[in-house]
């Protein structure tokens, strides 16, 4: 699915909440993200890279507007985010 103007029906969305719910490197998987190990980190922020592949956005930009204010992350796990988001743009 590319496009982003497509509305989910009921059916989409608990096939998202299913997902989410079976793997970890979804923060919506925890109660408390604080909980997220490193590896979850590390896939999170690669998910997020290739959802920002899959709509043409800018990925630095899609991080902080739409996932901070989404999740609130602590400070410190938000910083280790954006060293992992660095890491990834230098390799990509």
Do not use: G
Not at 23 to 50: G, L, S, T
Not at 64 to 82: A, C, G, S, V
């Amino acid at each position: 699915m590319t496009n982003p103007e497509y509305k989910m029906t009921c059916d989409d969305k608990k096939c998202i909440e299913l997902h989410w719910k079976n793997n970890r490197h979804h923060p919506e998987h925890f109660e408390d993200i604080r909980d997220m190990n490193e590896i979850d980190i590390m896939e999170m922020v690669c998910d997020w890279y290739a959802r920002s592949i899959q709509y043409k956005t800018d990925f630095i930009h899609f991080v902080i507007t739409r996932q901070e204010n989404r999740f609130h992350f602590p400070d410190d796990m938000f910083n280790k985010i954006l060293v992992y988001c660095d890491i990834l743009l230098q390799e990509s």
